[in-house]
């Protein structure tokens, strides 16, 4: 396993790499607010073997830089995506999105559906069904939030995503590593920039041409997740033709670390397709 920096549209991503490279489709994991590659940590030793596994930290997250004057919509991680896929040589991969990042896998199998080989949304945005009441509030008074100390807007943060978790021991361990990078005044501005680019717009202009990907896709979902209600996962289900739904019963948000042999299991009959 590598890992390395590209520049992409005047920013560095890093992503690392894990696997083989070969004749099959390489499987590229995409992950969501606020968290990093850390997420996918657990599952990547579990994905088939003989595939390229090739996951990424979206710009603003994890090691990638600070958007500087980029954008953090939807949109634009998924150019950046395309993008970067261009600098790895990779022509067509499966896409397997988590949170935000199943937008931004969306988002890439209308643009380019001839670069996605399947797709696999992960308690997935979707259409005009987030984000939660909870981002709604925090983005409504960021005039004046945006001025508070960063630890409180991170204590604020910590309590709600721990609510995504089952095992609130791992929810302390990983939180903590996820919002790392919002603990200082830059860091405070850097949170603001991303819940201010949580707009479903453009999962809205996805989810109309859904209709027209082609890819087998699998959509899972957790039966208790507290931020995306399961309706939105029914939609996503009806959209694209011949996707299958997942419901993980007991199960809530952050399914790549806690359901992480389930998820493999799904993936590895979904590339089967």
Same mark, same amino acid.
């Given at each position: ?49 003989? &595939? &390229?596994? *090739? ?44 949170? *935000? +990042? +199943?937008? *931004? ?29 909870? *981002? ?21 943060? =910590? ?20 919002? &790392? ?79 992480? =042999? ?12």
């Amino acid at each position: 396993m590598r890992g390395e920096f590209l520049d992409v549209g005047g920013a560095r991503l890093y992503y690392y790499a894990a696997g083989t490279r070969g004749g099959d489709e390489p499987l590229v994991l995409i992950h969501g607010f606020p968290t990093s590659s850390h997420l996918w940590q657990d599952l990547v030793p579990l994905l088939p073997a003989g &595939r &390229r596994v *090739v996951v990424l930290d979206l710009l603003g997250y994890g090691r990638s830089d600070p958007p500087g004057d980029l954008t953090l919509d939807i949109k634009a991680h998924a150019d950046r995506l395309l993008v970067l896929l261009d600098l790895l040589g990779i022509n067509r991969a499966c896409l397997i999105g988590h949170d *935000v +990042g +199943g937008g *931004v896998a969306q988002a890439v199998a209308v643009k380019a559906p001839h670069r996605v080989s399947h797709l696999c949304l992960i308690s997935s945005v979707g259409f005009d069904e987030w984000p939660s009441r909870e *981002v709604k509030m925090a983005r409504a008074t960021l005039p004046l939030t945006r001025h508070l100390p960063a630890t409180w807007l991170l204590s604020v943060l =910590k309590t709600d995503l721990a609510r995504g978790y089952v095992d609130q021991d791992l929810a302390t361990r990983s939180i903590d590593r996820y919002i &790392r990078n919002f603990a200082t005044p830059a860091g405070r501005d850097l949170l603001v920039a991303h819940l201010e680019a949580l707009d479903c717009r453009d999962t809205m202009e996805a989810g109309a041409r859904l209709g027209t990907v082609p890819a087998p896709t699998a959509i899972i979902h957790g039966a208790h997740d507290p931020f995306l209600p399961l309706s939105s996962a029914k939609r996503l289900q009806q959209a694209i033709r011949g996707a299958t739904l997942d419901v993980l019963d007991a199960s809530r948000h952050f399914l790549p670390e806690e359901s992480p =042999k389930r998820l493999a299991e799904i993936i590895t009959a979904l590339i089967e397709k």
